[in-house]
């Protein structure tokens, strides 16, 4: 009788060990599986889809507005600014810069009216009706072809300029457009300005 007794005790710790030992692996098993996470899956470095660029003011480029009226680089300021630059003559890349940039400010809904948008064009060629008229919006201006120095990655970027005038973003001139609104929809929530 003392045996089966004694058996009996041993095999009620031995459940209560495994239950025991259970609810501790339940206990931990978050944490370990967390830093299994965070230090063994791949995960994607940067949020942003453009290219975060060093900050510097956007060089004061002075043109003339395809209505006569002088443009300075310094009226830009106050908004977000997508600026996009290339001949008159606005081949594809051009065009599919041209309408990523209106699209991507589309997206913006209310938040729209934040954002403008303006094509730089460095040379006389005859800019066409139909493109304007596809673009209501967009302000062009004529400039010097040294003024596209000023870009720091290039003419064949998209670029973003924030409301204080300093070069924020550039992303290609075939962007990815949902990718491009969503980075310009997340500045525009965390900023105050502009």
Same mark, same amino acid.
């Given at each position: 009788?003392?045996?089966?007794?004694?058996?009996?005790?041993?095999?009620?710790?031995?459940?209560?060990?495994?239950?025991?030992?259970?609810?501790? *692996?339940? *206990?931990?098993?978050?944490?370990?599986?967390?830093?299994?996470?965070?230090?063994?899956?791949?995960?994607?470095?940067?949020?942003?889809?453009?290219?975060?660029?060093?900050?510097q003011p956007f060089?004061?480029?002075?043109?003339?507005?395809?209505?006569?009226?002088?443009?300075?680089? *310094?009226?830009?300021?106050g908004h977000w600014?997508?600026?996009?630059?290339?001949?008159?003559?606005?081949?594809?890349?051009?065009?599919?810069?041209?309408?990523?940039?209106?699209?991507?400010?589309?997206?913006q809904n209310a938040?729209?009216?934040?954002?403008?948008?303006?094509?730089?064009?460095?040379?006389?060629?005859?800019?066409?009706?139909?493109?304007?008229?596809?673009?209501?919006?967009?302000?062009?201006?004529?400039?010097?072809?040294?003024?596209?120095?000023?870009?720091?990655?290039?003419?064949?970027?998209?670029?973003?300029?924030?409301?204080?005038?300093?070069?924020?973003?550039?992303?290609?001139?075939?962007?990815?457009?949902?990718?491009?609104?969503?980075?310009?929809?997340?500045?525009?929530? *965390?900023?105050?300005?502009?």
């Amino acid at each position: 009788m003392a045996e089966a007794a004694t058996a009996h005790l041993s095999g009620t710790r031995a459940r209560t060990r495994r239950r025991l030992l259970l609810l501790a *692996a339940i *206990a931990v098993a978050p944490v370990i599986l967390s830093y299994a996470a965070y230090y063994l899956l791949p995960r994607d470095a940067r949020v942003n889809y453009g290219t975060l660029l060093p900050t510097q003011p956007f060089a004061d480029i002075g043109g003339v507005r395809l209505d006569g009226r002088r443009f300075a680089a *310094a009226e830009l300021r106050g908004h977000w600014t997508l600026l996009s630059a290339s001949g008159g003559d606005c081949r594809r890349p051009c065009e599919d810069a041209l309408y990523a940039s209106r699209q991507a400010r589309t997206i913006q809904n209310a938040e729209r009216d934040r954002v403008q948008r303006v094509w730089l064009v460095p040379d006389d060629h005859p800019i066409s009706a139909r493109l304007l008229a596809e673009h209501p919006d967009l302000l062009v201006a004529r400039v010097s072809d040294g003024a596209l120095s000023a870009l720091p990655a290039g003419a064949d970027r998209i670029y973003l300029i924030d409301p204080l005038g300093n070069l924020v973003l550039a992303w290609p001139t075939q962007p990815d457009i949902k990718a491009m609104a969503k980075d310009l929809t997340r500045l525009l929530r *965390a900023s105050q300005i502009g």
